[in-house]
């Protein structure tokens, strides 16, 4: 509900500021609510939204937005696969733009538009996304991708600046920059990697690799080294990289740096530990390469992500 009503407020205010900046008559868009049909959408059973047309009675489009679906995924795309035919219609015969939200990056890849394309979706549903289209291209850190006139952003509020990004695309940039600073939105930021949580990938059923897994994050404070994981399992080193690939999405080696960045990540949220004591406390002894390795997981140094997150320093 959230990324229909935020949306749908974001691009009237862009539409009044063009009207009022150009001294028009006429807005940019028109912009209609569309549902598979227009009884009432619910949330929640508080909120109701109601959509101004049916998806049968828009024969002709220039830009899509497809909100974010919630709760069952597969229950998702089947209550609104009325969509898929659709979007695909207007893409190929009217060559419409598409952007998905969220989640609704899983009802945009159904219709193959996104196949061979970048795609940016919710960090949290990143492995399950992965498993099911294959032939897209997912971009894990970006809340904005742009791909040839397919648009998709990141989760949760994330959608905020991605119609910031929208609008400034279609409006122009001080038209987005008004729409930013009356919405108190922040502008320009595109990377999502400081808000992922990693908690492994342990839905697949190799249970050796699983056991490996665990065994990386109780030692994670220790210097592991992958050959002797692989002999605990009795795995020769070169199977257990495939099957620790195929089954967690990645090699062993970022496996353990994600998990040691992910224990340096709750020591900055939660202690006064300085950078050094966090560094060597998950098993860094390299200054360079534990900033180097927490920036490439994290988007932030460990200073900034201390100095946006950590508790103490919030409430200072």
Known sequence: MDTIVGTYNLFRMANAYYKGNHQLQEELFKIDLVGSSKEEVCYDDHFGVSPTKSVNEIKCTDLIIMTALTGNIDKGLKKNAAFIPWMKKQRIENDAEIAS?????????????????????????????????????????????????????????????????????????????????????DFDRHNQNHFMIFSGQKEHKDEPIKQAQVYIENNFDKKLNINEIAGMFAISSRNFLRRFKKATANTPLEYIQRVKIEAAKMKLESSILNIHEVMYGVGYNDEKAFRNTFRKYTGLSPLEYRSKYNREMALS
């Open 101 to 185: 939200l969220c989640k609704g990056a899983f009802l945009l890849a159904e219709t193959g538009l996104l196949n061979g394309k970048s795609c940016a979706t919710h960090w949290t549903v990143h492995d399950l996304f992965k498993r099911r289209y294959p032939k897209v291209n997912l971009v894990p850190g970006k809340i904005i991708s742009e791909d040839n006139g397919i648009y998709s952003s990141g989760g949760a509020y994330s959608f905020l600046n991605f119609t910031l990004y929208l609008i400034e695309k279609y409006y122009g940039r001080e038209i987005a920059i008004q729409c930013s600073k009356v919405s108190e939105i």
